[in-house]
């Protein structure tokens, strides 16, 4: 079996966000460019292992340059809450604590996503560990050495 | 550091905010992504990082 070797962990604490419960969110900053197009600041991203897909908010699309409207939700998708519409993007560069990456997203024609970005299991799940210690109030991230 | 707590710097805020880096103040606020970051821009795009600010995310199942 093929051995994985890792970077020093990262550590990120979890956030708790208004709401009942005062839940904790594993959410960590990342920064986005699609060719000259770029946000001043990084954007909070859910890290969400139940995710099959990544997802970006219509908005932040648009900021990078997308033309949404041109690009069409032609595509229909299930979720556990019903149907929906989506577009594929092409890749753009992400950064996460100075890791570099190219990632794409899907977006989902729902401009009432409460979260900038989710990080689906097609993204940082590939390239890293990543440990959940919930209990604790933190979750850690792992880079591959092999691939970053 | 330890769990970071937004609830009292989010408290009474909807919709797209800068936050700054301690986690303490919103730096800017707009009703779109687009406002906030001309809001940003005006005041020379200080340090922080966005998020949508809503009400209750508890009720998000993801």
């Known amino acids: 079996m093929k051995q994985n070797f890792f970077q020093t962990p990262i550590k990120v604490w979890y956030k708790v966000l208004p709401g009942r419960g005062k839940s904790k969110w594993p959410i960590i900053d990342i920064k986005l460019s699609y060719k000259k197009f770029s946000l001043p600041q990084p954007i909070l991203a859910l890290v969400d292992s139940g995710a099959s897909h990544s997802i970006l908010h219509p908005f932040v699309a648009e900021i990078l340059g997308f033309n949404l409207e041109g690009l069409g939700f032609s595509q229909k998708g299930l979720s556990a809450s019903g149907d929906y519409r989506y577009l594929e993007l092409p890749s753009m560069n992400m950064d996460i604590n100075g890791y570099k990456f190219n990632q794409s997203f899907t977006v989902i024609d729902n401009k009432d996503l409460i979260w900038p970005c989710i990080l689906g299991e097609d993204s940082i799940f590939h390239s890293s560990r990543l440990d959940f210690y919930k209990f604790k109030g933190y979750f850690e991230v792992r880079f591959r050495t092999d691939i970053n | ?62």
């Open chain 2, 1 to 62: 550091m330890g769990v970071v707590n937004l609830t009292k710097t989010l408290k009474g805020k909807i919709g797209w905010v800068s936050i700054s880096p301690d986690n303490k103040k919103v730096l800017a606020q707009g009703k779109t992504l687009k406002r906030l970051l001309l809001k940003l821009k005006q005041m020379g795009n200080p340090e922080g990082y966005i998020m949508q600010a809503v009400k209750d995310y508890s009720s998000y199942v993801g």
